[in-house]
């Protein structure tokens, strides 16, 4: 494993530019501290796992605490900014065709980024989102890592500037609910929490992967499932997840019928998942 320089021109010959070999994570720092750290490390650890590459976590951990570290000092009066801070781990330089030669090392690249501070107006009012009408392929082997092959996320994207929202619904090729185009999502009904299974597609963001531990922990009722869009119509709230915007409720739906479901933004439920995700950013 080797860090780069984030200045440094990518090669021609790097695997992720050629292949999309590699994964990646996008850390929210507030107050010089990167939220949810050891839920990112364990991503990272498990998705270069899955496809086949090695890396050294604790020097990527010591790696991330020198680049904020760096990023602290560099900035007027060490001021406490709020960025992005994306973690590019690529399958190294050549090798032949797709495989990789054996001597390859993973590379990686930090890129700092401005946080999208849209967010946080939309926290309060929530999210207008469309059922997509691109679908997840299927493949177990992929499922739940951040890889970057992210052309169907290019698609869902799409539809959603045609269609003037801010989100969509993506499913599944077999018409299970998975996740929105860049979250996860949750669904209260019948005064229980729902989340889509992520056995066969999608990504398991660490906003998602927290919640699940602390519910199950403390003993409150989730389910993780296969659900089709009906669960969604029946639902009284929905959010999506992702660790830059946290807890963002949905507001209201478009059907693939082009009706409209709408939504409680401020209720109990949601309130108190946000309150279980706060909890965990001020220790």
Known sequence: MRIIPS?????????????????????????????????HISRLEHDAAAIKLNIDTHALEAAIAEQVKAIKNASADNASPKYVLKIHVSGGQAGRGYARSEDSEALIRFSQHPYPSHYDSLANKGVSV?????????QPLLAGVKHMNRLEQVLVKHEVDEAGVNDAIVCDTQDNVIEASAGNVFFYLNEQWYTPSLKGSGVNGVVRQYLIDSLLNDNCALHVGEYDLSYLQNASAIVIT????????????????????????ESDAIVALKQRLENVLKR
């Open 130 to 138: 469309i059922c997509a009408q691109t679908r997840l392929a299927i």
């Open 7 to 39: 200045a440094t021109p990518i090669s021609s010959s790097d695997r992720a530019f050629n292949y999309g070999d590699g994964v990646f994570t996008t850390l929210l720092v507030n107050e010089h501290q990167v939220e949810l750290l050891p839920y």
């Open 242 to 265: 992702n660790a830059l915007m946290g807890v963002m409720p949905v507001q209201q739906i478009r059907m693939p019928d082009f009706s409209y479901v709408n939504f409680d933004v």
